[in-house]
């Protein structure tokens, strides 16, 4: 019996050291990548700086600091379209990000196209408001909110205090108010991060067209975009072509609040 006991004892301290081995070895694997990465940024071998960043980002999972990074290597790569993604990407996992922000306004000045308005004035404002802060400042404010309308409650029910009571009362009202908006606040963050509607040109140059195919004629070309032009996806159909047979995929796409018609699927990159 003391034999088991020893036998499997060491067992578990064996599989929990190689645990440890593993995580190491990974965080070290992790480290020298984007020690390579850095280097080959620095040495202006921006696509292999960019192959290594995105392998990080698949092998280790995304972050902002390593879409920041991919977006300054397609800039320097001359991709404006896919370096404006990666900074998307990096203001999505951190809003409060302000070298990305910088990035992506210089990069955006830089392009074609200027659409027009997108979306309404409120909610401009409030995904404005939303972004301003990370949306973990949002869920703990709500958190904090909530608990000092519970206090207010109590204080309220269970104290004989005029003043005490008073403020209670109103206190918690106020602090309910608050909970109530900025649990709106925080849901409309989340539901930007995790928003796939949008998406990006790539391309130098697309044709738009009023139909989900290739224009056959000049009446069926809805109009030319140019790479880095952020479309709103609305929906998508896939085309075999009868001829040889290909599958394409059309978004039906908004560009802004006056123009609308269908892109090859191709040519854009959901953010």
Sequence with gaps: MKRLIFFFT?????????????????????????????????????????DIYKTLIDDYGPSAKLYYNLGNCYYRLGRNGNAIVAYERALRLDPTDKDAKFNLDFVNSRITDRPGERGTFVGNALDYIALSLHPNFWAWAA???????????????????????????????????????????????????????????TVPSTILSTVPRDPGSRAQEAMLLHE?????????????????SIRKTWFDVEVDNAHRAWIDGAAVERI
């Design 143 to 201: 958190f904090g909110l909530f608990v000092l309308a519970v206090g207010g409650v109590i204080l309220y029910f269970f104290t004989s205090g005029v003043i005490l009571r008073k403020t209670g009362f109103f206190g918690g009202i106020v602090a309910m108010l608050l909970f109530i908006v900025t649990v709106f606040i925080a849901t409309r963050a989340a539901a930007i991060s995790s928003d796939n509607s949008k998406a990006i040109v």
């Design 10 to 50: 060491g067992l578990a301290l064996l599989l929990v050291n190689m645990s440890i081995a593993a995580q190491e070895s990974g965080s070290v694997d992790r480290e020298q990548l984007s020690a390579m990465a850095d280097s080959a940024y620095t040495d202006d071998n921006f696509e292999m700086a960019a």
């Design 228 to 244: 880095g032009t952020k479309v709103t996806i609305l929906d998508s159909v896939v085309t075999i072509s009868p001829v040889d």
